[in-house]
């Protein structure tokens, strides 16, 4: 008899439980396909990070390229749920994208794992992505409030005509994902320490003033 069918009825406390091995699993597999990507990574790393026998990731998560693929799906579900936390609908048009552009980039500062994720996605062509539903679910709605915005703002002529929502978002994140994913070599080409808190700072009010210049008439 399998666990799944000799399981009795869970408990508050039983849930609670496997809530938090399902959460502590995720962390680490965030981590760890990070640092190694879905090659590289073990699951027996994976499992020591978090704690919990590797017989139990196998039984909430399938096989490792499921746990890989659930734990990007859970990354870009968690940006987007903290983007809507921004409220930026009941913002003026200015105010809202200076937020969007300033929320993207301490994200990444705050999250070198999303950057170590999509460094090895991209690098193996970026299958689990394109083959995602719910990656793809999950973007739609920023690009869309990303459109209804350009189009307040130019009802509020503060934002120019022709802004393309999709070529937008790619700049404003291109602009913050090299900056991170590069800074090591970029630090030793101009003998900059771009870890450094000011420099961060300094740099994020470029990126912001920057794409917020380019969008005004």
Sequence with gaps: MTARRAAAPASAADEAAQSAARDAILQAARAEFAAKGLAGARVNEIAARAGVNKQLIYYYYGNKEDLYRKALEVVYAEIRTLERG????????????EALIG???????????????????????????????????????????????????????????????????????????????????????????????????????????????????
Excluded: C, Q, W
């Excluded at 921004?86 to 994208?97: D, K, S, T």
């Excluded at 996605?121 to 409030?145: F, M, Q, W």
């Design 86 to 97: 921004l409220n930026l609908g009941g913002m003026a048009p200015e105010a809202a994208m």
């Design 103 to 217: 929320f993207s980039f301490d994200y990444l500062a705050r999250h070198p794992d999303f950057i170590g994720l999509l460094n090895h996605e991209n690098a193996h062509g970026a299958r689990h992505v394109r083959e995602s539903g719910a990656i793809r679910d999950t973007n739609s709605p920023l690009i869309d409030l990303i459109a209804r915005t350009l189009r307040r703002g130019i009802a509020a002529k503060v934002f120019r005509r022709g802004i393309d929502p999709v070529e937008l978002y790619v700049s404003v994140a291109g602009m913050s994902y090299f900056f991170f994913s590069n800074r090591a070599t970029l630090s030793s080409i101009f003998g900059r320490d771009l870890a450094d808190e000011a420099a961060i700072a300094s740099y994020r009010r470029h990126v912001v003033g920057f794409a917020m210049a380019g969008l005004r008439p």
